[in-house]
C-alpha cells in the first residue's frame, strides 16, 4: 500500500488536502488491468462507487474513490423520541443539541469510537451513503475506519451497520493505519512510523513498520472527555452549570495544556445551578491547563508505554522521524509540546489533522480489489451482499 501526498481541496474543513492520487489502478493496480475480466467483474457494479468512511465519535467523513472527500458533518442525529422519525443528521442535528424540545433528542450514535445506538448509527450511515449515491439501489464498497482497540462484537456491529446501511461489502482499516496513509508516511519501509490520534472519543497511539501496527495502545479518552472536565471545573469552581457545547468553545477558545503559551481567558454563560438564574463568568487558560490535566496526562502516559513497548530496532528510527498527531484533538494548544517534552520525541501535526484519517482510508481504496480477491475481511452482517452469497456458494 503506497501512501501518496495529496493536493486537491475538499469539502472546506479547515486544513483539508481531498484526495490526491487518483491514478487509475494506484495501489492494488497490478493485479489486474481495467480491461481484464478480472478488474470487470470486480468493479463496482449497479453504480455504486466505492467509499471511504471514517466514523468518528465526533465527525463522520466521506471519501469517495476517485473524488475525495465529498462529506464531513458531525456525528449526530436527531431522532423523535416518540416515533422514532430522524429529523436531521449531522450539521443541521449538531444545531439542535441542548436546544430540542422534550420529544426530539439530538443523539451521537458513537461512545469512544464504537457503534453505542446500533439503529441510529445505521440511520445515520444511510445518509452519509446517500450523499454520495442517490439511487437506493446503489450498494457500495466500503473501507471503513475502526479504532485498533475494539472488540470482535464492536467490529461485528460496525460491519453490520454498514451493511444495513446499504454497503455491498465492507472492508475495515484500523485508524491509526489510515491516519499514516493519508499524513503520508513511508509506512510499507522497514523502518517506524508513530502516529497519535486524538479523536472526540478514543486516543490512538500506533506504531507502524513494513505496512503493519507493530504497536498499538487504544485509549477510551478523547476531546469530549476534556470538554467533560471544563464543564466540571466551571461547576465546581465557578459554580456555574454549563452545556457540553458551551464546554467545547471554551476548550477551543482558551484551551491549553503547555505552561509557557499565551495567556488568554473567555467569557463563559452559563446557569447558576443553586438560584437557577444565568450568569457569566471569566475563565482562564491557566485554569483550563489544571481543568485538562487527567485526559491529557492519559494520552502521554499511552504514548511513552508505546515507545517502551516498540522493539529497539524501530524505535531507534522514532526520534529521527518524529511522532506525528492527527485528529481534532490533536489541536488542543501544546498537546505536541508536552509529548515532546515527556518523551523527548520530536512531534509533529500531520497537514491535515481532521481530514487525514478519512483520506488515508480512501487512498487504501486502490486495494480493495486485492482485498476481495485474497478474502480480505468481508461483510458478515445480514443480509449477506448478493455477490458474497454467491461466492459463498461456490
Ligand atoms: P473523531 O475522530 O472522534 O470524530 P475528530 O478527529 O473529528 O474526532 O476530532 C474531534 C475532537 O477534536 C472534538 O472533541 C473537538 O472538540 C476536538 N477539537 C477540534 N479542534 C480542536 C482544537 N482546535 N483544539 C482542541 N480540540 C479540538
Ligand atoms: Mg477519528
Known sequence: MTPTSASRGSNGRPGDRGQGDARPGAG????????????????????????????GTANTLVFVRGEGIVASEPSVVAVDTENGEVHAVGEEAQMMIGRTPARISAVRPLRHGVIADFEVAERMLRYFMGRVHRSRHARPRVMMCAPSGITGVERRALTEACVAAGARSVHLIEESMAAAIGAGLP??????????????????????????????????????????KVAAWLRGTHGLAIGESTAERVKLEVGSVSPDL???????????????????????????????????????VAVRAALEDTPP??????????????????????????????????????????????????????EIETLEVAGGTPARGTPAPRSRRRRMRR
Open 262 to 300: 499565551s495567556q488568554g481567558s473567555t467569557e463563559v454563560k452559563g446557569r447558576d445551578p443553586v438560584s437557577g438564574l444565568p450568569r457569566q463568568v471569566d475563565v482562564t487558560s491557566e485554569e483550563m491547563r489544571t481543568a485538562l490535566e487527567g485526559p491529557v496526562a492519559e494520552i502521554v
Open 187 to 228: 509506512i510499507d519501509e522497514p523502518s517506524a512510523n508513530m502516529v497519535v490520534d486524538v479523536g472526540g472519543g478514543t486516543s490512538e497511539v500506533a506504531v507502524i513498520s513494513l505496512g503493519g501496527i507493530v504497536v498499538s495502545r487504544s485509549l477510551r479518552v478523547g476531546g469530549y472527555d476534556m470538554d467533560e
Open 313 to 366: 530496532e524501530l524505535s531507534s528510527d522514532i526520534p529521527q522521524r518524529g511522532i506525528f498527531l492527527a485528529g481534532g484533538g490533536a489541536l488542543l494548544r501544546g498537546l505536541g509540546e508536552r509529548i515532546r517534552e515527556e518523551t523527548s520525541v520530536p512531534v509533529q501535526l500531520t497537514e491535515s489533522p481532521l481530514t487525514c484519517v478519512a483520506l488515508g482510508a480512501g487512498l487504501a481504496l486502490d
Open 28 to 55: 492494488g493496480a497490478g493485479l489486474a488491468s481495467a480491461q481484464s475480466p478480472l478488474r470487470r467483474r470486480l468493479l463496482p457494479r449497479r453504480g455504486g462507487r466505492d467509499i471511504a468512511i471514517d466514523l
